[in-house]
């Protein structure tokens, strides 16, 4: 079946825009995660949807950062005022809830540059 | 929070060789999974195995086995008969049980020589 989506794949913004970043789940995952991952390091974790319940934004660095899931599915990750230290590939994944050994699966990730 | 170490930042390992890339958590609990992801240049995160940590068996999939020790909790990968395609950066993770939280280490990159 289809993986996750993300769109675009490549992203180059000038700083101080705003850019929105698409991530399509895999049909009937209920756990949408966004991960930030910078030149050659590891996953940073920003924001996790579960459900219908309040998202866990603990992850996310500022407040220029916010991210929204519409109808269970769909999620855009929204960057305002861009910096240069926001460039990184943006990765979405996504799980099921209810089965505790369901992997992330992961889409290809946005990769951001702002210059 | 749970903190998930790969102290290898680099390996490399000679085609047709075996490699151990090491993995080592900390938790409080006593129940939860692990997984280890590739990451090729392609930056697509791929799924190479998992383990249930109340599974005493270590998880395989073809080439590719890990070496739980839960009591050490340590959750290394080993890769036999290395291929070209091996090379890629690995990732640990750690899910909790009773949450959805997923907790990745820093990755190794493994370099395979022709």
């Known amino acids: 079946g289809a993986g996750v989506s993300q769109s675009p794949s490549n992203k180059v913004t000038e700083k101080g825009k705003d850019v929105e970043l698409r991530c399509d789940p895999i049909?009937?995952?209920?756990?949408l995660y966004w991960y930030r991952q910078s030149l050659g390091q590891g996953l940073e974790f920003l924001i996790y949807f579960q459900g219908n319940s309040a998202p866990d934004k603990s992850g996310l660095p500022s407040d220029r950062f916010s991210a929204e899931r519409t109808g269970g599915s769909v999620s855009t990750l929204t960057i305002q005022r861009t910096q240069q230290e926001d460039s990184a590939v943006y990765l979405c994944?996504?799980?099921?809830?209810?089965?505790?050994?369901?992997?992330?699966?992961f889409g290809n990730g946005t990769r951001l540059t702002v210059t | 929070a749970q903190t998930v170490t790969q102290s290898q930042p680099e390996m490399s390992v000679q085609e047709a060789e075996t490699v151990t890339l090491s993995c080592t958590y900390d938790t409080s609990e006593s129940d939860y999974y692990l997984f280890w992801y590739k990451q090729p240049p392609s930056r697509q995160m791929i799924l190479v195995i998992r383990?249930?940590?109340?599974?005493?068996q270590n998880a395989t999939e073809n080439r590719f086995s890990v070496n739980f020790q839960k009591a050490a909790k340590s959750f290394s990968l080993k890769i036999s008969d290395s291929q070209l395609g091996d090379a890629a950066m690995y990732f640990c993770?750690?899910?909790?049980?009773?949450?959805?939280?997923?907790?990745f280490g820093t990755g190794t990159s493994l370099t395979v020589i022709p």
């Open positions: 994944a996504s799980s099921f809830l209810d089965r505790h050994n369901s992997p992330l699966h």
């Open positions: 049909s009937g995952h209920t756990a």
């Open positions: 383990q249930e940590a109340y599974k005493q």
């Open positions: 993770a750690y899910r909790t049980f009773t949450g959805n939280q997923f907790y």
